[in-house]
């Protein structure tokens, strides 16, 4: 018995090593499982939040406000109606901010990192490692000022001391006391940002008298166990929209991440959920090409079994040969899966830029658990092969009707898969092409956009003498530059600036009561700079402190209908609220990118510099020169501008579009191999087919049947078997069609020109192969009676 394992296995190796079928099935199917696995890797440890040292997050949800054009917080008095429908739940806030501090009066200053949050330590299970959450956790009104360390920040700053409680702290040239250290595994409450403080939100305003009490870039999250989402919010919207008069557009939404804006959050899930929709309609497809070709080579095994049995050969020999290939061949098909596996991270990198930071681990339990699932089909497709596919041996022997319909009924379901899948596919390309080709508001060519380390601190701010004005002054009169501007957000700089803004009538210019609007100061030349198009009006001048100009979004949400001429904004300040003159609407620019939505947006001009600004310059110079000058222009300024670099914004551009065009490329890629191993299954199978037939075709000539008669017989059972097979796979579509709608921009879903061309396309190169190859196979039908 051992002697016959290992021949038999020695036979399979020889017969795997020349067989370029199995190793192209096998590769077909393992880049899609690759891609699959990849990707629910990322997914799950994108929605993890071990950073947070949470071990009950089924105890905590983000939640925001969304309008269709921007995801902002939830406002506190509709924490409070939440609460009074359910007092199991409560609202939490968290901010992020950088502040100076210092560690006595005698030290020098420093900046740290500081998370502001409401508190639910207890309720989340985050275990302290020295100290404890109490004053912590939601303090009262006039509570002193408290503070946790974390677990970084006590080895670096008190080298682990334990009697660090009880410390004061100078935050802000505020005292705080400290009354705990986070745990270890604590890194922050937010992604990508590392905690050295933490203080309760309720006590922002005393760290920081000067801030909004509700900023756009604060994340709340409910805290308490809610069982059923959907369940949860469509009620509460109602309500909030009936009592509490919310805008009709603007509902609360859930967001499965912790700590992640959720505008970049649902962007990123977005991309992997279009990238798993195609990795599944290619494993789809890949899965029923290896079955496809697992069949014919199975009929090729049943015809080498009959010839053993002839030979001598018992039922155990046999039933061992068969463990032994279904064994193998899964073994094999494992073994290319972890060879391409970490190929798939690096596609996965170049999709997905923002998430290289993560460490997709390679799971061996996993591919133990796909070796089993695939052992034990194999096994079952196998029984099933030898149960219900006849086959015969000899001279004589020609493809029976059982196995003619098995090779229709894969080629069929094979076809019809493949003319839905390359029909989406090319949904998304055109959709991804319309997005890379959309306006983004400005444009990017010989643009350079200088940023510095500007000095923080008060005693170095900048004087009136040095002003954003004097600046730009100074700036003009380099003969290499062409034009220049400042902007405290330029366009995909991923940085934010939020004012409060009202309507002449009260109404907040957001979706909430507190929340800030976007604004952006900028210098009068700006808009031309950039190639911004001003759709009405005009840019605003130097020293015009209440005039404005908003973006397209923000004009035709609060004023459609409304002159120019009649368009004012109040800004809230300290002293009341001051009237603003809208002076023009400019196109909206996508400073987050082209798949985000544009927010509205209000423009003032700049009044002196605060630290925060950016240099836009226009020049054909190369950067290298233009640095050499914009720093000898900057020495004359009695402010000291540090650490100057200059970055294309061009290359901005192609860093925001580069996932998309990658995404782009995976989608060709995609439809291309659907459509080639389409077409080469299809070939191979009928070649085989017409090759067994090769007896039954010949004799049907010679007794006087035409070619074009032949070739119906086959062509009468394809598309007999076609149809039903496109009937199913045409149902499933339509069930499920209107999820595409996420992943489509400016793209119908029926495309009526697509749909025949892709049907035109894949059916007449079915029928072509089938005719050439009866042809071919009719063509030599003597020596087949012969």
């Known amino acids: 018995m051992r002697h016959l394992i ?39 440890q994108y929605l993890s939040a071990d950073y947070t040292a949470i071990n009950n997050s089924q105890a905590i949800k983000q939640i925001y ?147 909004s009490s509700l900023t756009p870039d604060t994340f709340t999250y409910i805290l308490g166990n809610i069982k059923n989402e959907a369940a949860f919010l469509k009620p509460l919207n109602k309500h909030l929209q009936t009592e509490m008069f919310i805008f009709d557009n603007t509902e609360l939404k859930f967001s499965n991440g912790i700590g992640i804006n959720p505008t970049h959050f649902n962007k990123v899930v ?102 089993g699932s695939i052992t034990i089909f194999l096994f079952m497709l196998n029984y099933l092969q030898r149960k219900w596919i006849t086959t015969s041996i000899g001279r004589g022997q020609s493809a029976t009707i059982s196995e003619k319909i098995q090779v229709f009924s894969l080629l069929s379901l094979l076809t019809s898969l493949a003319i839905t899948s390359v029909y989406i596919s090319s949904l998304v390309i055109f959709s991804q092409i319309n997005l890379n080709n959309k306006n983004m508001g400005f444009v990017a060519d010989n643009i350079l956009i200088a940023s510095f380390s500007f000095p923080q601190s008060s005693s170095e701010a900048f004087n009136a003498n040095n002003s954003a004005q004097q600046l730009m002054q100074q700036l003009n009169s380099i003969s290499i530059v062409d034009e220049v501007s400042l902007s405290s957000v330029p366009p995909l700089s991923k940085r934010s600036g939020f004012s409060k803004w009202y309507t002449v009538t009260g109404q907040a210019i957001s979706s909430g009561k507190s929340a800030s609007t976007a604004s952006h100061r900028i210098s009068p030349q700006y808009f031309k700079t950039i190639g911004a198009k001003l759709i009405s009006g005009k840019s605003m001048q130097w020293q015009q402190y209440q005039k404005v100009v908003v973006n397209k979004a923000l004009w035709e949400q609060y004023f459609e209908g409304t002159e120019l001429s009649q368009a004012y904004l109040l800004a809230q300040f300290n002293t009341g609220k001051i009237k603003h003159k ?164 400016k793209q119908p879903i029926f495309d009526l020109n697509t749909i025949i061309i892709v049907h035109l396309i894949i059916l007449l190169a079915v029928v072509f192969i089938i005719a050439i190859e009866i042809k071919k196979t009719l063509s030599n039908s003597w020596n087949n009676l012969t």
Request: with cysteine; hydrophobic share 45%; glycine share 4%.
């Open 582 to 745: 809208v002076v023009g609407v400019v196109n909206n620019i996508y400073n987050e990118g082209a798949d985000t939505p544009a927010q509205p947006i209000v423009y003032s001009v700049i009044s002196a510099l605060t630290g925060f600004e950016t240099i836009i310059i226009k020049t054909n110079t190369p950067i290298k020169h233009v640095e050499n000058e914009l720093k000898k222009a900057l020495k004359t300024l009695s402010v000291s501008f540090n650490d100057l670099s200059l970055t294309p914004l061009s290359s901005l551009v192609k860093n925001e579009q580069a996932p998309r065009k990658a995404l782009l490329i995976i989608t060709i890629v995609c439809a291309i191999i659907l459509l080639l191993s389409a077409l080469l299954y299809n070939y191979s199978s009928i070649k085989q087919l017409t090759a067994k037939s090769s007896t039954e075709l010949a004799l049907r000539r010679a007794v006087g049947a035409r070619s074009y008669q032949i070739c119906y017989l086959f062509l009468r059972l394809f598309f007999i078997t076609f149809m039903v097979a496109h009937i199913i796979i045409i149902t499933v579509f339509f069930s499920q069609y209107e999820k595409l709608n996420d992943f489509l921009f």
């Open 270 to 371: 977005k991309r992997l959920n279009l990238l798993q929709l195609l990795y599944y309609i290619l494993l789809t497809f890949s899965f029923i090409a290896f079955c496809a070709f697992y069949c014919a080579e199975s009929i090729k095994k049943q015809q080498e079994e009959a010839i053993r049995k002839l030979c001598g050969a018992n039922t155990t020999h046999i039933f061992i040969q068969q463990i032994i290939d279904i064994t193998l061949t899964s073994l094999l098909l494992i073994i290319v899966i972890c060879a391409l596996y970490p190929l798939s991270n690096h596609i996965s990198t170049l999709l997905l830029p923002s998430l290289k930071q993560l460490s997709i681990a390679f799971s061996s339990s996993k591919f133990v658990i796909f070796y």
């Open 6 to 44: 290992i021949d038999l296995t020695f036979n399979w190796l020889k017969y795997a090593k020349t067989n370029i079928k199995l190793w192209l099935s096998c590769l077909l199917l393992s880049i899609p499982l690759c891609l699959i696995l990849n990707t629910s890797n990322i997914h799950s």
């Open 65 to 211: 406000l969304n309008d269709s054009q921007t995801d902002l917080p939830v406002d506190g008095y509709i924490f409070d109606e939440i609460t009074l429908l359910h007092n199991n739940l409560t609202g939490i806030f968290e901010r992020s901010i950088e502040l100076s501090f210092k560690r006595s009066v005698n030290h020098e200053s420093e900046t740290a990192k500081v998370n502001f949050i409401s508190g639910g330590y207890e309720e989340l299970g985050i275990i302290p490692t020295v100290g404890s959450y109490e004053q912590l956790d939601f303090p009262k009104q006039g509570s002193a000022l408290s503070a946790a360390i974390s677990y970084s920040f006590w080895q670096t700053h008190f080298e682990g001391a334990a009697n660090v409680l009880g410390k004061q702290l100078i935050v802000n040239k505020k005292s705080i006391n400290i009354v705990a250290v986070m745990p270890e595994a604590f890194t922050s409450f937010r992604r990508n940002y590392k905690s050295d403080l933490i203080i309760p939100y309720d006590q922002l305003k005393q760290v920081l008298p000067q801030e």
